[in-house]
């Protein structure tokens, strides 16, 4: 018998749930700190309280009604148009005859909303945008920013010490943007009351903000003082970056080879901003806060002259960056790709880097590795996810971990950008970041016969301590015990005291990790005529790299096992062990 069909659901059903689900996806996709998480933008609600920009929307509904009624019409010149432009992008730019609303967003729609949206959200005012530059999208931005003030909260966060607790908050940044542009967006976002806290824990923020472009540094004056923040953030313009992005050679600045403050073509972008907030003198120089993992011997590998330079830098807390998109003015010229539309209006400086976006990190990379600890955060935003992946592959082999690499994902729409920061401040051992997931709870088991302790308990933990001392991975082990359910911690990490050589500069964590290995206090008896007893225990792992997981999870299989043997087998392994 043939099946009856289903009945297709109401169709206003059907509207209302991918309604929801848009709204979720929307909700999803912005950053916990971005106001727009709980609070989606509405046009209509916009357009009321708006008055430039109910007239930019209205303008765009109707170049979109008639582009489409143009599209329903049956002529010629419609099936010449779908023809050329399937064949010249692989596809047609429109969906069943009618284009998407993106397709009729212009340069005056995304100025209206922008200023709109900086006006009612932030209390900012935008008055200046020069023909041609770009005008950033305020939700993606507003991502980066919100990741940026997270990592300043809660970059080394650990474990053992809730946010609640933390008494090592700071009240005052100083960061960078560095290709501010003509808006100077990012600054202007966190000086704001959004991000600057309430009258009682007010959070203070200083910038420097620096451009290539004289247009675009004007420009970014003008947006500053129209929103009386001169104080707050000065804006300078600098030479272009113009360093061999191939050079992988670290030099001190008073060398023949180099001289920073002379020759101005081994300047990366960041060098050439802390040059000028060295000169301005309006930026602090806090004492006391080059805490690096660098031990002294690298310190004097890499020239005393270099410190001693570098020390003349004021501290900041941050480098945010948007880096130039393409590698060549070809290619910023040309349509996109996928639909073939024009690409977003913008100048050849802020669109164009000789090497793309991986070369201009790939610069800022080698100025960090210079500057190290002075400044806290590295960050930037890619456009692509291939640079990501190249990006994390370099700051790996110069001897980052998982400690001290951040990477993230801001959706906007169908739109995809991604984000890295690194740091070389000194992370805590119990970093929240460096927490392994899925590890499985852990059960000895012990015949008392074999015991040479007084309990199970004791004889586990004197297993453990002998199985740290002659393991040939040279692992470290401790016991303390736990106050809150009177169980016992041992910790067993690796031992990274050999990992700095002189070849090395920066000493590499990929295979460190911790092991916090919890017993319980009381050990069941499990089988009453052998008198065989079992142990449980739970076990939290860091690991700074995939490869530290790989070893942690063997040395947990190693000890289950090797603490289970008979006591005969410690015998013989600690008669070799001296006899050796």
């Known amino acids: 018998m043939k099946q009856k069909r289903k009945r297709p659901r109401n169709s206003t059903m059907c509207a209302s749930s991918k309604s929801a689900a848009c709204q979720r ?39 979109q009604q008639r582009e489409n009624r143009r599209w329903l019409e049956p002529t010629t010149d419609r099936a010449k148009t779908i023809s050329s432009s399937t064949s010249a992008t692989g ?47 305020l939700p993606n ?62 959070t203070q923020w200083k910038f ?10 004007q420009s970014a004056r003008q947006n500053i003082k129209a929103n009386n923040l001169q104080e707050r953030i000065h804006v300078v313009c600098v030479p272009k970056s113009s360093r061999n992005n191939t050079s992988s050679t670290i030099l001190p600045p008073n060398s023949n080879e180099q001289k920073i403050n002379h020759v101005g073509s081994i300047q990366g972008p960041i060098l050439s901003a802390m040059n000028a907030a060295t000169e301005s003198g309006l ?58 539309r024009e690409r977003t209006e913008m100048t050849k400086l802020e669109a164009v880097y000789e090497g793309g976006e991986y070369a201009f990190i790939s610069d800022m990379i080698h100025d960090s590795m210079l500057l190290r600890s002075r400044i806290t955060w590295y960050t930037s935003m890619m456009g692509k996810k291939t640079t990501l992946r190249q990006v994390e592959k370099k700051l790996r082999s110069i001897g980052l971990g998982r400690a001290n690499i951040r990477t993230t994902e801001f959706i906007q729409g169908k739109t995809r950008r991604w984000g890295i920061a690194w740091t070389f401040q000194e992370s805590p051992e119990r970093l929240i970041a460096l927490k392994m997931k899925s590890l499985p709870n852990i059960k000895f088991t012990i015949n008392k016969k074999h015991m040479r302790s007084l309990n199970a308990l004791d004889e586990v933990l004197s297993r453990i301590l002998k199985f740290c001392q002659f393991n040939p991975h040279n692992l470290r082990c401790n016991q303390r015990a736990c106050n809150s359910d009177e169980s016992i911690i041992v910790t067993i990490k690796s031992d990274t005291s050999d990992c700095v050589t002189e070849e090395n500069k920066f000493p590499s964590y990929n295979d460190s990790f911790l092991m916090d290995i919890i017993l319980l206090q009381k050990p069941k008896q499990i089988h009453e005529g052998d008198k065989l007893y079992s142990v449980h225990a739970s076990c939290n792992a860091y690991s700074h790299s995939p490869k530290g997981d790989v070893i942690v999870r063997r040395t947990l299989d190693e000890l289950t096992r090797y603490v289970c043997q008979t006591s005969r087998y410690w015998r013989r392994l600690q008669a070799k062990a001296t006899q050796e």
């Open 141 to 202: 931005r507003l991502n980066y920013v919100c990741w940026v003030r997270e990592l300043l909260d809660r970059g080394m966060e650990c474990e053992c010490d809730p946010p609640e607790h933390n008494t090592t908050q700071k009240f005052f940044y100083q960061g960078i943007d560095i290709g501010t542009g003509a808006t100077c967006i990012y600054p202007l976002l966190l000086s704001t009351a959004v991000f600057s806290g309430t009258e009682k824990s007010t």
């Open 283 to 340: 930026f602090l120089l806090e004492e006391g806060r080059d805490k690096t993992f660098t031990t002294e011997e690298t310190a004097v590998s890499m020239s005393i002259n270099s410190a001693t330079y570098y020390a003349s830098y004021p501290y900041f807390d941050f480098v945010m960056t948007n880096p130039p998109f393409y590698s060549t003015y070809h290619e910023a010229d040309g349509c996109r790709i996928g639909d073939g």
């Open 208 to 217: 420097l903000a620096t451009d290539v472009d004289p247009t675009s540094v």
């Open 25 to 63: 996806d929307s909700v999803a996709a912005h950053h916990y700190l971005s106001i727009y998480r709980n609070q989606p933008i509405n046009f209509k609600d916009l357009a009321v309280v708006d008055g430039s920009f109910s007239e930019a929307w209205e303008k765009l509904q109707r170049r």
């Open 91 to 137: 596809r047609g730019d429109n969906h069943g005859g009618k284009q998407s609303f993106s397709t009729h967003v212009d340069r005056e729609f995304n100025i209206a909303l922008t200023r709109a949206l900086l006006r009612r959200d932030f209390h900012l005012l935008l008055p200046s945008i020069p023909p041609g530059y770009l005008c950033p999208p």
